[in-house]
């Protein structure tokens, strides 16, 4: 079974450009996070998906991140404009509930340089 | 105050040594998963082992077990007859409430080095 696909791996933009993120879950997985982690912390949520719908976006900085996961399936998360800030490694991770474990699952990441 | 406190930020250990790495925890609600995650250099996040608030024994998922003390609210992780592939940051994660709150918090991590 395919694990969590994310791309690209590594990007590098200049500040103020805007960048994408892909993400395509575990198929069959209806629960998308989008999390970002910072040099030397854990990672912390952006954003949750049940199926199509956004359950919790509230650590979602909206004035310049989005994200959308049409057809509850792939998502994309976007950054417009990027700021130095931004740099860091965002995660996506997919998850099913399966009797009484909700078990996360993450992809590789994107490494995000902003200069 | 921490929802997770890993308070190692580094550990080296010998090879075939076993390891424990700690990790308290703090919340009111009596419904909670504990989650253990191991990240090495490449960047994924690779689940290990679960542990739920009204679990009556501790997980074990082959060479990793979790030792769970709830009153104390630690929730270490012990790897047995540790090899050069375990290096790496390890995380642990809080689930808190029941289903439906499936948001985790992290710790900072633990960078475990073994030594041959």
């Known amino acids: 079974e395919a694990g969590v696909v994310q791309s690209p791996r590594y990007k590098i933009i200049e500040k103020k450009q805007p960048v994408a993120f892909w993400c395509n879950p575990i198929s069959g997985h209806n629960t998308l996070y989008w999390y970002l982690q910072n040099l030397g912390q854990g990672p912390e949520l952006l954003i949750r998906?049940?199926?199509?719908?956004?359950?919790?976006d509230s650590q979602l900085p909206k004035d310049r991140f989005s994200a959308e996961r049409l057809k509850g399936v792939d998502s994309t998360l976007k950054i417009q404009p990027a700021e130095l800030g931004d740099s860091a490694v965002y995660l996506c991770?997919?998850?099913?509930?399966?009797?009484?474990?909700?078990?996360?699952?993450f992809g590789p990441g994107t490494r995000l340089t902003v200069l | 105050a921490q929802k997770i406190t890993q308070t190692q930020p580094g550990m080296f250990v010998q090879e075939k040594e076993a390891v424990t790495l700690d990790c308290t925890y703090d919340?009111?609600?009596?419904?909670?998963?504990l989650f253990w995650y191991k990240q090495p250099s490449s960047g994924e996040m690779i689940f290990l082992i679960y542990q739920g608030s009204y679990d009556q024994q501790n997980a074990t998922e082959g060479r990793y077990s979790l030792n769970f003390q709830k009153a104390r609210k630690s929730a270490n992780l012990v790897i047995s007859a540790s090899q050069l592939g375990d290096s790496a940051m390890y995380f642990c994660?809080?689930?808190?409430?029941?289903?439906?709150?499936?948001?985790?918090?992290f710790g900072t991590g633990t960078r475990l080095t073994i030594i041959p």
């Open positions: 998906y049940e199926n199509e719908e956004a359950v919790d």
């Open positions: 919340t009111s609600d009596p419904s909670y998963g």
């Open positions: 991770a997919s998850s099913l509930r399966q009797g009484l474990t909700d078990t996360q699952y």
């Open positions: 994660a809080m689930r808190e409430g029941g289903f439906g709150n499936e948001k985790l918090t």
